[in-house]
């Protein structure tokens, strides 16, 4: 099969995303990404925030685009009755619906799940938010930092004792939130194949950083034993961590036998391999800090390709800590198109990562830019059953907004 002659994966699937910053937004594209139509639904006037979020190019945001390229643009005035009814209607008649609003918007606006089973019993509908629907904190809202650190993350993410905590650079929970829920539709879609039935989808920031913590919380449901920061060191492996080079940093991951046996000869120091303290995991988990100080003073002797080259010669996983820049020219990020050129038509192009997952008789593509907003309003609204004159007079008296 060619490039050009292949399809979506999900084609023929209808998506309503009514979201806003990114962990809603990070499964639609993830849905779109791989075919599936996703129409973005933004209240007006103003729309998702981040489009407003720097960097710009003449004019539009640049991570809006990345969160919301190959999704359709919808714009409703969710404060008209005209505007919640046609949103229904929408959400009616389509196969998936997204939303990560504070927990009771939805049912403020008499769109909630308990509102639409009865009608839409094959809708699979899907909410994102901070806590989940149910336990003590299932009103509250919720945001990645927050998400984090009580999610455990920011306790073993750091330089360790005495330091601020610190939270992954990247947020991760609105990140992972968004991954999950793209996965568990899919697994929704599939059952409703079977069934003939859609199902509530429920997941939260919250859920995802726990979700992230398997090693961590190994240890301490095992052990007893609470897991603090170790900088870029491993709780279970040694060593598997970074070093300083004489120009930069080097990761290596010397995390089982035969790696460390291997490291030890590219070391070509018998010595350190016959250390005592050093004989199995158990015990450089033990000495962990002499092994590093010992370590430490080996590779900062040379640079960092010196040391890749090395080590690649001695079978031991290692790699450069490359910063945003470095990542986006690596010839490998080229080489598996995770920058990938954003279309812009008439607006100006931009990039964006592409999809991280490559199929054999699949595209996922980048075809449209993000939508301005409101840009695909009167189109929905045409498809969806709703006659021209019908679409133009929500238009008018501004139930929905077309660019």
Known sequence: ?????????????????????????????????????????????????????????????????????????????????????????????????????????????????????????????????????????????????????????????????????VKVGSPVTDITAGILAAMSILGAIVQRGRTGQGQMVDTSLFEAGISLSYWQSAIHLASGEVPGAMGSAHPLMAPYQAFRTSDGWVNVGAASQATWEGLVRCLDDSALGADPRFADNLGRMKHLDELVADLSERFVLKTTDEWLKLLEEFDVPAGPVLNVQQMAQHPQTIARDMIRDVPGGDRPDMKAIGHPVKFSEADTAITRPAPRLGEHSREVLLESGFSGSEADGLIAVGAVHQD
Not at 97 to 110: K, L, Q, S, V
Not at 128 to 145: E, I, N, R, T, V
């Open 1 to 165: 099969m060619t490039e050009t002659s292949k399809g979506g994966l999900l084609a023929g699937l209808r998506v309503i995303e009514m979201s806003h910053v990114m962990a809603a937004p990070t499964c639609g594209m993830m849905l779109a990404d791989m075919g599936a139509d996703v129409i973005k639904v933004e209240r007006v006037p103003g729309g998702d925030g981040v489009r407003r979020n720097a960097p710009h190019i003449d004019g539009y945001s640049a991570p809006f685009t990345m969160m919301n390229r190959n999704k359709r643009g919808f714009a409703v005035n969710t404060k008209t009755p005209e505007g919640l009814a046609t949103l229904r209607r929408l959400i009616g008649g389509a196969d998936i619906f997204i939303e990560n609003y504070r927990p009771g918007a939805m049912d403020h606006y008499g769109i909630g799940y308990g509102d639409l089973k009865a009608d839409f019993p094959a809708l699979v509908y899907c909410s994102l938010s901070g806590f989940g629907k149910g336990g003590p904190l299932g009103h509250q809202g919720g945001f990645d930092l927050v998400a984090q650190g009580m999610s455990g993350l920011m306790s073993f993410t750091g330089e360790g004792s005495g330091r601020p905590p």
